[in-house]
């Protein structure tokens, strides 16, 4: 969930540069020069990803009286063991984390061969905002679901020296 969010976050980010800019020269919205987005290489992705989940796991701590009642067992137990590289984020996670990013979270499914939301986070504070948009698997597995056409083009692999 969090490398999602992290690249999530990057895309969101790079959308509201460009709405921001195309707003105030009246034309169209673009996105970056060449048309598209582009993804965070896997090594920034995975240092972003665990920035962000030491960042959303200390704003539990100073949301825990907002949200002590949603977790089963020891608070701070449990804010460790999300710090845990391995461990997965789930709800709370989520709802803290739009105020780590400063940006709404969608989260959709898959219900009779279509996408369907199953809840916004953090919508009413960062309205107007490019929203990270995650699609849940179920058994607590959140992947970003990312418009095909809006990729940039990987670079061509090297060339083999054979």
């Known amino acids: ?26 034309g169209q919205q673009e996105q970056c020069a060449s048309g598209s987005i582009h993804l965070l290489q896997a090594q920034a992705e995975t240092a972003q990803a665990d920035e962000l989940r030491h960042a959303v796991c200390d704003e539990l701590l100073k949301r825990r009286n907002e949200l002590y009642f949603f977790i089963d067992e020891d608070y701070d137990a449990y804010v460790t063991r999300m710090r845990q590289p391995r ?31 199953v809840s916004r986070y953090g919508n009413e504070e960062y309205n107007g905002k ?10 607590g597995h959140y992947d970003l679901l990312v418009q095909p056409y809006q990729l940039a083009p990987a670079a061509p692999p090297p060339r083999s020296r054979l």
Not at 130 to 139: S, T
């Open 1 to 26: 969930m969090f490398r999602s969010l992290a690249q999530g976050h990057h895309i969101a980010a790079q959308q509201d540069a460009t709405a921001t800019t195309a707003g105030s020269t009246g």
């Open 87 to 117: 461990c997965w984020g789930g709800e709370p996670e989520l709802a803290v984390a739009t105020h780590v990013l400063q940006r709404p979270i969608a989260v959709f499914t898959k219900r009779a061969a279509q996408l369907a939301l």
């Open 130 to 139: 490019a929203e990270v948009p995650l699609f849940f698997h179920g058994a």
